[in-house]
C-alpha cells in the first residue's frame, strides 16, 4: 500500500472521527428536542424524554418535513416552553436549531422563539433573520427548509446566528434577555400578536453554547440530523443519565453499564 494512500485512509478517519465526535457531543446540555415526527393531535412528543412535549394552543397540521414530518403553525399556533421547568439560560449559554420553511410571504415580526420582556429571534417580511440588532444576508422565502441556527455564550455574551451552516451575524445580548421569570414562547409573541405562522421541524435547545462544529453536524451537508437515529461505535462511552434513559426508550433495549466514569456519570458499554 502507497504511502499516498495511507495518508488518504488516515485523513478520512480523521474527518469521520471529528464528525462522530461533534454528533455524539449534541447529547450534552440538551434541554428539549422536538422532532415533530407526530401525526394528529395537539402535542409534539420530546424525542429525547428531556425537557417534556410541548403543547399547542391548537392543533397544528401535520405534514411532510425535513425529516419525518413536520409542524405547520398556520392560524396563530404556538407553543410556550414553560410546562415542566422555565429555562433560564443566563448562566450557563443558550443554542437553539429548527429547520423551517415557508408556505406563504413572511411578514414582519414572524415569531421563531421569544422570552416575553427578553429576546425574539424572527424573519422579518423580506425572508430575513433578525430581532437581536444584526440582520442576516441570507433570503429563506423560496418555500424550501432552511436549517437555523441561533447560539449564545454566556461568558463573553457573544450570539451567533446561522443559516444553513453559514455563519450570518453576530453580536452581544446581555444575560438579563434571558431568565426564568419570563414566558418562553414558540411560534409567537402573544402580546404583540405576532406569530410565525409557518412550517417547522427538528426543533432542538441546549442550555450550553453550540460549536460550529456541532452546527454543521445539525446542517449535515443540508440532510438535516434527526436524534432518533444518532451514531454510535463499540466499546465505552460516557452518557449522563437522562442520555442514558433516552438511549434505552429509542432503541427499547438495556445497555450494560459498566461504572462510574470520573465526572461521576455512567459508563455504557456499546460492544
Not at 83 to 93: E, K, T, Y
Amino acid at each position: 500500500m502507497s504511502k499516498l494512500t495511507l495518508l488518504i485512509i488516515f485523513g478520512m478517519i480523521f474527518v469521520f472521527g471529528i464528525s462522530f465526535a461533534s454528533s455524539l457531543s449534541l447529547y450534552d446540555g440538551i434541554y428539549g428536542y422536538w422532532s415533530m415526527n407526530n401525526t394528529a393531535g395537539i402535542n409534539a412528543t420530546d424525542s429525547g424524554q428531556f425537557y417534556g412535549n410541548l403543547t399547542f394552543n391548537a392543533t397544528p397540521t401535520w405534514e411532510a418535513g425535513k425529516i419525518g414530518n413536520a409542524v405547520n403553525l398556520k392560524g396563530k399556533i404556538y407553543a410556550n416552553i414553560s410546562g415542566l421547568s422555565q429555562p433560564d439560560f443566563s448562566s450557563s449559554g443558550f443554542s437553539l436549531s429548527l429547520w423551517a420553511k415557508n408556505n406563504s410571504p413572511w411578514v414582519t415580526g414572524s415569531q421563531i422563539l421569544c422570552q416575553d420582556g427578553g429576546f425574539c429571534w424572527n424573519v422579518n417580511a423580506n425572508g430575513l433573520i433578525t430581532g437581536l440588532g444584526t440582520t442576516s444576508s441570507i433570503n429563506i422565502s423560496n418555500g424550501n427548509y432552511h436549517h437555523l441556527v441561533l447560539t449564545w455564550n454566556a461568558t463573553n455574551q457573544v450570539y451567533k446566528q446561522y443559516v444553513d451552516n453559514n455563519l450570518n451575524g453576530t453580536g452581544i445580548l446581555a444575560p438579563t434577555v434571558f431568565g426564568d421569570s419570563m414566558r418562553t414562547q414558540l411560534g409567537a409573541l402573544t402580546r404583540n400578536n405576532q406569530f410565525f405562522n409557518q412550517s417547522m421541524d427538528e426543533v432542538g435547545l441546549w442550555n450550553r453554547t453550540l460549536s460550529p462544529q456541532e452546527v454543521s453536524s445539525l446542517w449535515n451537508n443540508g440532510n438535516g440530523l434527526g436524534f432518533e437515529s444518532p451514531l454510535f461505535t463499540e466499546g465505552v462511552t460516557t452518557f449522563n443519565s437522562t442520555t442514558y434513559e433516552m438511549l434505552t426508550e429509542t432503541y427499547q433495549t438495556n445497555f450494560t453499564t459498566t461504572g462510574t466514569g470520573a465526572s461521576g456519570h455512567n459508563l455504557v458499554d456499546f460492544t
